[in-house]
């Protein structure tokens, strides 16, 4: 290829993927466009709340979850991280809807090009493991692809901020091994013990030792999606187990933290905002030739600077709040510039939607809607409120008392468990059930919203006796096989 030639694809390549990223930033549950091509940086759930495992009081857990509706069995390449991308967790402790701590992870497949002799030949297999793998988490002796990955806390901004790394806090080694997708039952017997084998100890730097978690879990979120987008294809007021999850059989990839509240918080408030990212580099250009050797030059060469793809904090806010027309912007965005977004929420669309869907509801009828502002955009006053910036953020107030799994409401604050969400959110907060109740006015008077003490739903139940009790608290993934 000569060098004409080359500068002439990679600015074509350039310019292609300016325009793209321009036009389809996305995240959560392909509720956005292009992201349907991304889905290794399409972030679907992020989680926030104060650890109610025993014995783990004063710690926050932190759950980033990407790749949504993943099917177990589909190999052979499974589920891998984008070694070329950027997956953040951002916290802002001090009101200012800017990031003061970011959580960076960084990914590496290390192919191993295992071969058999196949009739005097060397032959590299194409499959991704020749033997059983497990259950510690160096037995990957039979593994075609070990995925690795580094972990950098940011102190300010995350371009520019103070960068340490991460250790694991046991060996002091920097890289960290992620277990492999659930294959199935033959390649890994026991994956339950072979993924717990990968829950590291950490050492946080200028703080108090953490616990990490990055892998494959049963996606934890429960929505009867399909019904729910074609038009509310179900009783908005029946039973709130009459449906079913239709993510169910689904798994998801975690990054999963659990960090000491005092690390996380600033010096005037318990309080904190979080949310996260994936970012890509600006520039990518296909190669037409990649070499053979996994050392070299791969299948793209990718350059420029991180451009954010994805972002998320709380549920659902882009899929039924945010109009068509700014998804994909709203995701290429910051909470410090979230109030081009306000209207969305001061004057939002779904109720009156319900309400032409549903004639025996009615929608709120005050506007702005400033019940919608204290839970999307600043917290609730006397619960988790932050200042000055109205942004999107998850916000949690370190200090509130966590809740054991047992004595857990999955309605969270609006039934009087102020543990849960908008509180932070737990894995058995029926968030979805939350928020109808909440943009259908459930926090209004009667006289402003008639419906607000309607029980809606989506029918597809969840609580926290669907999750583990102990970090990570997301259940182990579905294998490949058996499958039903």
Same mark, same amino acid.
């Given at each position: 290829m000569t060098i004409g030639r080359t500068v002439i694809i990679f600015a074509l390549? &350039?310019?292609?993927?300016?325009?793209?990223?321009?036009? /389809?930033?996305?995240s959560s549950h392909r509720e956005a466009p292009f992201i349907t091509e991304m889905p290794k940086v399409d972030g679907t759930d992020f989680y926030m709340f104060n650890s109610y495992e025993q014995g783990r009081t004063g710690f926050v857990t932190l759950v980033a979850n990407y790749q949504p509706l993943q099917d177990a069995y589909g190999g052979p390449n499974y589920f891998f991280l984008d070694p070329d991308a950027l997956y953040e967790i951002h916290i802002d402790n001090n009101g200012d809807a800017a990031e003061d701590i970011t959580f960076q992870f960084r990914f590496q497949n290390a192919i191993q090009?295992? !071969?058999?002799?196949? =009739? +005097?030949q060397q032959v590299n297999v194409p499959i991704i493991n020749i033997g059983?793998? +497990? !259950? +510690?988490r160096t037995d990957t002796g039979n593994l075609n692809i070990i995925e690795t990955y580094t972990v950098t806390i940011v102190r300010g901004d995350r371009r520019s901020g103070t960068s340490q790394a991460m250790t694991n806090t046991d060996t002091s080694a920097s890289t960290f091994i992620k277990p492999v997708d659930n294959i199935g039952n033959k390649s890994i017997a026991e994956y339950a013990t072979y993924a717990a084998n990968h829950i590291y100890n950490v050492t946080i730097p200028d703080c108090e030792p953490g616990r990490m978690f990055v892998g494959q879990r049963d996606d934890p979120f429960v929505v009867n999606l399909g019904e729910v987008f074609d038009l509310i294809n179900i009783n908005p007021v029946g039973a709130p187990d009459a449906e079913s999850d239709i993510i169910a059989n689904k798994n998801i990839t975690s990054f999963i933290l659990?960090? !000491? &509240? #005092?690390?996380?918080? +600033? #010096?005037? #408030?318990?309080?904190i905002g979080g949310w996260t990212t994936a970012s890509l580099r600006q520039a990518r250009v296909l190669n037409p030739t990649p070499s053979s050797d996994p050392m070299e030059q791969g299948a793209a060469v990718e350059g420029g600077a991180w451009t954010q793809v994805s972002r998320l904090a709380n549920p659902l806010v882009n899929e039924v709040v945010i109009g068509l027309s700014d998804k994909d912007r709203f995701n290429a965005s910051e909470p410090v510039d979230d109030a081009?977004?306000? /209207?969305? /929420?001061?004057? @939002?669309?779904l109720p009156a939607i319900i309400q032409t869907l549903f004639p025996v509801t009615t929608a709120p009828t005050t506007f702005p809607r400033t019940d919608l502002i204290q839970v999307f955009l600043s917290g609730v006053p006397s619960l988790n409120m932050t200042t000055p910036a109205l942004a999107e953020m998850m916000r949690l107030d370190t200090s509130t008392a966590p809740v054991v799994a047992a004595s857990q409401n999955n309605l =969270?604050?609006?039934? =009087?468990?102020n543990a849960g969400y908008p509180n932070g959110r737990r894995p058995g907060d029926d968030v979805v059930d939350i928020s109808l109740r909440?943009?259908? =006015? /459930?926090?209004? #008077? @009667? &006289?402003?919203a008639p419906s607000r003490d309607l029980p809606f739903t989506d029918g597809a139940l969840v609580d926290a006796s669907m999750f583990d009790e102990t970090f990570p608290y997301l259940r182990t993934p579905l294998p490949g096989s058996p499958t039903p």
């Open positions: 390549g &350039a310019i292609a993927l300016i325009l793209t990223v321009a036009l /389809v930033q996305a090009d295992l !071969p058999l002799n196949i =009739g +005097g059983t793998i +497990g !259950p +510690g659990e960090v !000491p &509240a #005092s690390c996380l918080t +600033g #010096s005037q #408030s318990t309080v081009q977004f306000a /209207v969305y /929420v001061t004057n @939002p669309t =969270g604050v609006i039934a =009087g468990d909440v943009v259908m =006015g /459930v926090l209004l #008077s @009667p &006289a402003e």
